[in-house]
């Protein structure tokens, strides 16, 4: 039971790098996004800036292009020398005007009207500079020249307000884009983050279920060697005290065995001499005896033999136990084995007024002789002891895929649920014995079970109303 190489040497570590690993696709997901909308909100704010910077200089140069009209206006017609410098001013105000908006303004038509509205005013501020005076009439053939001007910043004004315009609906489409860049972002990370809580998922569950199967699997009295555990360390350590747990049941098992094995052995010898004795009193060999003395050895020859009967039962039981191989089947009339057993049990049967039905649809079965009239024999037992006076008992067998069904039944108090997986467990009393019946050994139904194992078949307990309890044998048909 080794580590395998994708898992952590703790449980736990690997409980907190899965949390992590499914920390990390949702945390770059969430830093992707405040980044994205990190940018959607810079571009929006410099949009913002940007568009009122253009809109006021805009503006403003409409209102430095009236000023610069307005201060030639008082230079010239006034023939006034001391108005030189405001003219000289509200024309380096339009310039530096000018040469701000074309530092601002990436849109190429206003950029255009910015370079015609540069071109005119050095123009015209060549005709109204300082330096000698025009005349009403020289100031006036001016007009169609700031007019023009007016025009152009006009048509500035306009153009910078669609430049806004487009760059507006830019920032919508970047919007529109960045929403859909993150409905997509989230759509690949839901199936990732699935992706990996699957994967560790499978990682954390499959050493959970590998020794919850081993746990089900000492349950069931199944002491074979344990499945490999792989995951986490201390995992494995686990999954190393359980088989050290199954060692130590096998090795238990295996002291019952012998224990069975050498007292079933001690016993026989002293019992023989006790039945030849018991034989050698009710031949009266040894004088004549009274009706109360002849009542007294009838006990003891049917305790001798009720004795005999759970001795050879241990030693059947321990034999099975100690060799699991498969014992070589032949072909076997059922309905001969059943009547063979049945003679064995006629005074049981005829003391309870208990009658036998049988329905045969199968008429033979692949099995050992002796091992198939043992099995029949103990469950008719059975059947017996927990039947009603003149009740009935069904053996019926019908042909299953592969193999044959020996159907069991008999009327009385059902097997309560909670017991039905603890009847084949050797020694095993339930809890409703019939009062008037001596209490058994416990191992019928255990060798009954050890039997079918051995011949590749099982048993178990169904429900087939009307009968209350069914014994369902399953033999394997030989291919």
Not at 408 to 427: L, Q, T
Request: proline letters at 5%; a neutral charge.
């Amino acid at each position: 039971m080794l580590a395998g190489p994708y898992y952590p040497r703790s449980f736990t570590i690997l409980v907190i790098v899965a949390m992590g690993v499914l920390i990390v696709p949702l945390a770059s997901g969430l830093i992707n996004a405040v980044h994205v909308l990190q940018e959607v909100v810079d571009t929006q704010r410099q949009f913002t800036r940007n568009s009122l910077t253009i809109t006021r200089d805009v503006r403003q140069i409409a209102e430095s292009v009236s000023q610069l009209q307005r201060a030639a206006g008082q230079y010239h017609l006034l023939q006034d020398a001391e108005f030189a410098p405001a003219l000289r001013d509200r024309f380096d105000e339009l310039q530096t005007l000018l040469a701000r908006l074309d530092s601002e303004l990436v849109d190429p038509p206003a950029r255009a009207t910015l370079a015609a509205l540069q071109t005119r005013s050095h123009s015209l501020y060549r005709q109204i500079q300082p330096g000698s005076f025009l005349d009403s009439a020289g100031f006036n053939a001016l007009d169609p020249a700031f007019n023009a001007l007016h025009g152009d910043t006009r048509t500035l004004l306009t153009e910078a307000d669609a430049a806004v315009q487009r760059e507006l609906q830019d920032l919508e489409s970047t919007v529109q884009a960045t929403r859909q860049r993150l409905i997509v972002l989230a759509l690949a990370l839901i199936p990732l983050t699935l992706l990996l809580a699957a994967v560790f998922s499978w990682m954390i569950n499959r050493p959970i279920k590998q020794l919850k199967a081993s746990i089900q699997k000492l349950g069931q009295a199944n002491l074979s060697p344990l499945p490999a555990i792989s995951g986490p360390q201390d995992i494995v350590e686990l999954g190393r005290e359980i088989d050290w747990l199954r060692q130590r049941l096998q090795a238990l098992e295996d002291q019952k065995l012998r224990f069975l094995r050498h007292v079933s052995h001690e016993l026989k010898t002293p019992l023989a001499s006790l039945r030849e004795g018991v034989a050698l009193l009710g031949d009266e060999l040894a004088g004549s005896l009274n009706p109360r003395q002849r009542s007294i050895v009838a006990i003891m020859d049917s305790a001798s033999r009720d004795l005999q009967k759970r001795i050879e039962d241990l030693i059947r039981y321990s034999g099975m136990m100690r060799d699991a191989t498969l014992l070589p089947t032949t072909p076997q009339t059922l309905s001969a084995a059943l009547a063979s057993v049945l003679a064995r049990q006629r005074l049981a049967l005829e003391a309870h007024g208990i009658r036998v039905e049988t329905q045969l649809d199968a008429a033979t079965v692949h099995a050992e002789r002796s091992q198939l009239e043992t099995v029949l024999d103990n469950l008719l037992s059975n059947a017996v002891k927990f039947s009603p006076e003149g009740g009935r008992i069904l053996v019926k067998s019908t042909p299953a895929d592969g193999a044959i069904e020996v159907w069991v039944c008999n009327e009385g108090e059902a097997i309560p649920e909670a017991e039905r997986s603890r009847v084949f467990e050797p020694f095993f009393q339930g809890a409703r014995q019939p009062a008037s019946t001596v209490k058994g050994s416990g191992l019928g139904l255990s060798i009954v079970r050890e039997s079918l194992l051995a011949a590749g078949g099982s048993v178990d307990v169904v429900d087939c109303p009307p009968w209350s309890t069914c014994f369902r044998l399953t033999w394997p048909i030989p291919q």
